[in-house]
């Protein structure tokens, strides 16, 4: 079954504004990661965020976790057309030894308009 | 990093019959996944296969609809048995790096 919950589903903007995306997890977590898929192709790795982390950057990527409120947040500045595809978080179980199992949030698909 | 590829990377297949899906990494992995993406959905993990031993298995999947081989640490098949057109779906294996995974491209499958 599905982790979470990723929102918005679909996102919209144009070329040089900000896209946020969240997402939020249901079971106590290791480390939350971001991906990116480009037409139904393969994930490619943005990011990871430990469970004592709070923000992390990477290039015009920002991402937060609240493991509070277990729920975390992919920001991408100054989008681009080339930034238009699907995000997914994913997240592993705390306690899962390591597995590599990843859980995967619903996604969010973001447009950038030219 | 690792690098991965599938076969095939799509086909289209009549129902009840079964398709073998190749993956392939350039360096030794101990763990491999297979995961399904149905469309519009997000990927869902099948299971993990295992080298030596029988692959795991997540709640929802079997073994008699989704055999698994995994002969050697560079190499694992997945096998959609009697195929129906639920079936239909992106399928992805990936590997698991430093605090990553690597996926590879996808089998796109479309059932008739």
């Known amino acids: 079954s599905q982790q979470g919950e990723e929102d918005p589903q679909a996102l919209s903007i144009q070329e040089g504004e900000n896209a946020t995306m969240n997402c939020s997890y249901k079971?106590?977590?290791?480390?939350l990661q971001w991906y990116r898929q480009n037409s139904g192709r393969g994930l490619v790795h943005l990011i990871l965020i430990r469970s004592n982390e709070r923000e992390k950057h990477s290039g015009r990527l920002r991402v937060t976790l609240d493991t509070s409120k277990k729920s975390s947040s992919l920001l991408i500045t100054a989008s681009r057309a080339a930034d238009t595809a699907s995000y997914f978080c994913a997240t592993d179980a705390a306690g899962s030894s390591n597995t590599g199992k990843l859980i995967f949030g619903q996604g969010t698909t973001l447009q950038v308009k030219p | 990093s690792a690098v991965i590829s599938q076969k095939p990377s799509r086909d289209i297949c009549q129902r009840g019959t079964s398709l073998t899906i190749q993956c392939q990494v350039d360096s030794q992995v101990t763990m491999m996944f297979w995961y399904r993406q149905q469309p519009g959905q997000s990927l869902t993990l099948i299971a993990t296969a295992n080298q030596g031993s029988e692959a795991t298995y997540e709640s929802g999947f079997v073994i008699d609809k989704f055999p698994i081989s995994r002969p050697n640490l560079t190499f694992s098949t997945l096998t959609v048995s009697n195929m129906s057109p639920e079936d239909s779906s992106i399928y992805l294996c990936s590997v698991s790096g430093v605090e990553t995974q690597y996926f590879g491209p996808g089998t796109r499958l479309l059932v008739l």
């Open positions: 079971t106590s977590i290791n480390n």
